[in-house]
């Protein structure tokens, strides 16, 4: 019987190597932000330099553009809203006066004052006529010469209007017909007249108005061309008679002044027009000012009313230096 034997268990004397430690990767260290320099303080006060010129030149040009802008708008649409309202007044006053029995019969009315109704269906024409036809007078609706008679009264009334500009309330007369009626209410009652005659300068001049019998005349201008609106080179004339009129009292003028002629202007308003450009030039100068301390938002808010009053002025001066049938 054999017996193996199992052969013995070898043993190291050499210890078993431990498994080798992962190394945890470490994130590398942002470098610490450097503060930035500090950015110098603007200085206090006003600017100066080139700050100074933009904000002058800035101001200058605003103030121009809104004047100009607004001139512009006032002539040609907000001019329509201001001769409205001024109808209305006299409107009311002339109502008033007639009922009252002290509607003005002449010779001698204070300029502006209503002296009439004045009535085109064919047109849709209804203005209440003042006294005077100085470019001033006409921003309130169509004006009465002084030196003819009130219209409706014997002889020849001539009544001018502006054509284009603050409601334009004969800009259409140029589309009378004969036969046409006009009606006239003044202080001394009611009259239609029926046109006879639309004329031009150069044209031949109508009959000398019968005795006793009332003769209107309407008297605007016109252009021709995209601008002959606003440029207007040739006036016009409307002819309406009435078989009777009433008596005209005695005294009125003999002349008018070159003011209140057709297509004349106001000389004297060119101090007044002075008055108002000192005034916007002085707003100009304190846009500048208020600019240095406070924003510009802020300080075109508030100058914005004060500048479009003194433009609001302003163009009624220059209207007054214009034509007056424009």
Known sequence: MTATLDPPETTSSQPTPAPPRRRRLRKPRRPAPTPHAARPARPAGPPTGPDTASVVLSSAFTMIALVCLWIAAQMLFLGALSE???????????????????????????????????????????????????????????????????????????VYGRAT?????????????????????????RKVFTVTDVRRAGDPLPQPVADGAARLVLVTAEGSGRLGAITPDNVVYVDADAPKGYPAPPGRPLAV?????????EPGAVPLLALCLALLLAATLGVVVARQ????????????????????????????LLPNLI
């Open 293 to 320: 301390r406070w924003s510009a938002v802020l300080v075109w808010v508030v100058a914005a009313p004060l500048v479009i009053a003194l433009a609001w002025a302003s163009t009624d001066v220059v209207m007054r």
């Open 257 to 265: 002044p070159d003011s209140e002629q057709a297509m004349a202007n």
């Open 165 to 189: 500009t603050y409601g334009g309330p004969f800009g259409d007369i140029t589309q009378l017909q004969r036969g046409d009626k006009i009606q006239v209410v003044a202080a001394q009652g």
């Open 84 to 158: 409205n309202r001024s109808q209305e007044l006299l409107y009311r006053q002339f109502r008033t006066e007639l009922a009252g029995l002290t509607a003005p019969v002449g010779p001698v009315v204070p300029a502006g004052d209503p002296v009439a109704l004045l009535t085109i269906p064919s047109i849709g024409v209804e203005q209440t006529v003042v006294e005077g036809t100085a470019s001033g007078d006409l921003l309130a609706g169509p004006g009465h010469r002084r030196d003819t008679p009130l219209p409706g009264q014997v002889g020849t009334s001539v």
